[in-house]
Every structure is written in C-alpha cells, then in structure tokens.
C-alpha cells in the first residue's frame, strides 16, 4: 500500500518560516499536495504539484509566501513557507492522486494522505 509520512511543522512566529516535508512511498501519484484544517473548519487546500512537469497550483490566501516543490530523487515533496501568518495555523496533510480527475483542490479526489502535522503560528 501507498503511504505519506509527513515531517516538519512546529510553532513559529508570525513573519517566520516552516518547512514541511512528504515522503511518498508509492512511484504512481500524479499530482500532489498540501491541505490545511483548522480547528472547527474544513480541511482546505494550499499548494498543489503535477508530478509530470512541476507545475504548481496554490490557494490565493498563501500565494507568494508559500512554495510547493518535488525531488523526484527522493520522491517527497515539499512546502516552504514563509511570512507566516496567525491564520497559517492547523494541521497540514499531505495528499497524493494517481487520477488526474477534477479540481485539485477537492479533498475527495485524493486517495492517499499522510497522517497530518501542527503548524502553529503565533502573533
């Protein structure tokens, strides 16, 4: 079976950065990425990669500060995020897709996640 182990998170500051980090064990996802749920919210999508040619999709509320990217070496991807923010704060899950099929950032087109890590962010 595929598995997602995620790596990385924390607390930091506002105006600080993070990284996070996905080890895919599987060698056919497609397209792959980060959702965020904060407590008593829905799980909401951040940063999309199309593992065929690194294309990148990202939410508007984190355009510009974070960055999705993929080492095909070691077949994990990551998220670096910068210029926190307060509301960056929740658990991250990774997701990966083997099926090119609709709107990235619909979390029910994923098959496969990782079991989640805290990004706190502080004021």
């Known amino acids: 079976a595929q598995h997602l182990v995620e790596s990385g998170g924390g607390s930091g500051h506002a105006g600080g950065s993070l990284k996070l980090s996905c080890a895919d064990s599987?060698?056919?996802?497609?397209?792959k990425g980060w959702f965020r749920q904060a407590p008593g919210q829905e799980r909401e999508g951040v940063a999309f990669?199309?593992?065929?040619?690194?294309?990148?999709v990202y939410a508007d509320s984190v355009k510009g500060r974070f960055t999705i990217c993929q080492d095909n070496a070691k077949n994990t991807v990551y998220l670096q995020m910068n210029s926190l923010k307060p509301e960056d704060t929740g658990m991250y899950y990774c997701?990966?897709?083997?099926?090119?099929?609709?709107?990235?950032?619909?979390?029910?087109?994923?098959?496969?996640w990782g079991q989640g890590t805290q990004v706190t962010v502080s004021s």
């Open positions: 997701a990966a897709d083997t099926n090119l099929v609709g709107w990235p950032f619909d979390p029910s087109k994923y098959t496969y």
């Open positions: 599987g060698a056919l996802s497609r397209r």
């Open positions: 990669i199309y593992t065929g040619d690194s294309s990148t």
